[in-house]
Nanobody, 120 residues
């Protein structure tokens, strides 16, 4: 049973920093992609950042230069360092992992979400 345990959310003032972490366990296959998504009230869930097992990263334009995603393949953990936070970064942040099965299907799992609130 795949489990994703997130930590690190909270309340921070604009301009501050937070570090989100996610630990995955129980994965039946090698985890190919690990990432973070967010969903603000009344909005659709959107990609924040994703990192492949080889270290290739992709960021949403809105967080480029302010966020850094990293992962530890041995520990199946992914972290998101967020700096210069803005009120518009306020959202529930979800950890996501993706993997390819032996049958070449794509499996994806979500964490329970962690709230990030940035006050102005």
């Amino acid at each position: 049973q795949v489990q994703l345990v997130e930590s690190g959310g909270g309340l921070v003032q604009a301009g501050g920093s937070l570090r989100l972490s996610c630990a995955a366990s129980g994965s039946p296959f090698t985890i190919n992609a690990m990432g973070w998504y967010r969903q603000a009230p009344g909005k659709q869930r959107e990609l924040v950042a994703v990192i492949s097992s080889g270290g290739t990263t992709n960021y949403a334009d809105s967080v480029k230069g302010r966020c850094t995603i990293s992962r530890d393949n041995a520990k199946n953990t992914v972290s998101l360092q967020m700096n210069s936070l803005k009120p518009e970064d306020t959202a529930v942040y979800y950890c996501n992992i993706g993997m390819i099965t032996h049958g070449s299907s794509w499996l994806t799992y979500w964490g329970q979400g962690t709230q990030v609130t940035v006050s102005s």
